[in-house]
């Protein structure tokens, strides 16, 4: 069965920088498209990012263009997402979840734990 498993959370100062990781087995994760999706207090999923199965369709959601990266390692079977200047509205649980094709679909079938991301001074 598949399964994810996040990892990197912590808490930051604002403008710090964290990397998650997100590491899946029981399947192959060269052949689906991934996304990150987070929480953050009293409030619902928000979408932050999603990728491809080749890592050549990557999107972000606005408020944190320029500032995240999402990436793969496809030979290591572990997503990551870069986030740097990181904000106070940037805490949230991440979670990482599997879509059930090769094309950013946004229809995901396997969620990770999540991590906890807070930042604040």
């Known amino acids: 069965e598949a399964r994810l498993v996040e990892s990197g959370g912590g808490l930051v100062q604002p403008g710090g920088s964290l990397r998650l990781s997100c590491a899946a087995s029981?399947?192959?994760?060269?052949?689906?498209?991934m996304g990150w999706v987070r929480q953050a207090p009293g409030k619902g999923l928000e979408w932050v990012s999603v990728?491809?199965?080749?890592?050549?369709?990557?999107r972000y959601e606005d408020s944190v263009k320029g500032r995240f990266t999402i990436s793969r390692d496809n030979a290591k079977n572990t997503l990551y997402l870069e986030m740097n200047g990181l904000k106070p509205e940037d805490t949230a649980v991440y979670y990482c979840?599997?879509?059930?094709?090769?094309?950013?679909?946004?229809?995901?079938?396997?969620w990770g734990q999540g991590t906890q991301v807070t930042v604040s001074s």
């Open positions: 979840a599997k879509d059930l094709w090769t094309i950013v679909a946004g229809v995901y079938d396997y």
């Open positions: 029981g399947f192959t994760l060269s052949n689906y498209a």
């Open positions: 990728i491809n199965s080749g890592g050549g369709n990557i």
